[in-house]
């Protein structure tokens, strides 16, 4: 099966600070996309990226996010100034065809548990 | 609104009772329908797509159905290693990316 790598598994940090979650896809390809899994409950949606370009973002994704991808095969979350309600594990996902977009199945990574205290 | 509902939230088998999980769907139009299994603290791991109705998909002692409204997960004779949560997520119709996730069911296979 095609691997989604993620960086770092764990991330604590206190609250106001700025982290940057990484990610790297499955390879040369155009979408990947961002969710998060707020413990106990579902795994939501934040945004996507096609083609260095944010494609779609939830309510969640707000000012306080920011997604990049400053080479070419890595691309990274942001958040500016992290809250208590941001703990909590964020997911990059990426498909595996040429196309991706609609109806292509999205592989996950292992993931970023991140703590604020 | 579109969503998502899984049942039950949790489910306890003894090893080789087979069982049926069950996901529900609400969406506006359906473009693909995808089972997960994910372990505690790893991410979501794919199973199965499903495109249309009737449409059915085995892997092993799984085995994914799809109708208009939901979808089963079907566990034939299972292991303790089955045991994880299994998550239902939907495209629906328009030109949104994102999944739509359930919450998920969790499944305890004891040996």
């Known amino acids: 099966e095609p691997e989604v790598t993620q960086t770092p598994s764990h991330q604590v940090t206190q609250m106001g600070q700025e982290v940057i979650l990484r990610c790297v896809p499955i390879s040369n390809h155009l979408y990947f996309y961002w969710y998060r899994q707020i413990l106990g409950q579902k795994v939501e949606f934040l945004v996507s990226?096609?083609?260095?370009?944010?494609?779609?973002k939830s309510e969640i994704f707000d000012d306080q996010f920011s997604v990049e991808r400053p080479d070419g095969s890595n691309f990274t979350l942001k958040i500016r100034s992290t809250k208590l309600e941001d703990s909590a594990m964020y997911f990059c996902?990426?498909?595996?065809?040429?196309?991706?977009?609609?109806?292509?199945?999205?592989?996950f990574g292992p993931g970023t548990r991140l703590l604020v205290l | 609104e579109d969503q998502v509902t899984q049942s039950p939230e949790a489910l306890r088998l003894q090893e080789g009772e087979s069982s049926s999980l069950n996901c529900s769907y609400t969406?506006?139009?359906?473009?693909?329908l995808f089972w997960y299994r994910q372990d505690p603290g790893k991410g979501p791991e794919f199973l199965f797509t499903l495109y249309s109705a009737g449409e059915e998909k085995e892997k092993e002692r799984l085995k994914a159905t799809l109708t208009k409204k939901e979808s089963f997960l079907h566990i034939t004779a299972p292991k303790p290693e089955d045991s994880a949560t299994y998550l239902c997520?939907?495209?629906?119709?328009?030109?949104?990316?994102?999944?739509?996730f359930g919450k998920g069911t969790k499944l305890t296979v004891n040996p």
């Open positions: 969406v506006s139009g359906l473009r693909g």
């Open positions: 996902a990426s498909p595996k065809g040429a196309s991706g977009g609609a109806q292509e199945t999205q592989y």
């Open positions: 997520a939907v495209y629906p119709q328009g030109g949104s990316e994102k999944l739509v």
């Open positions: 990226f096609y083609n260095n370009e944010i494609s779609e």
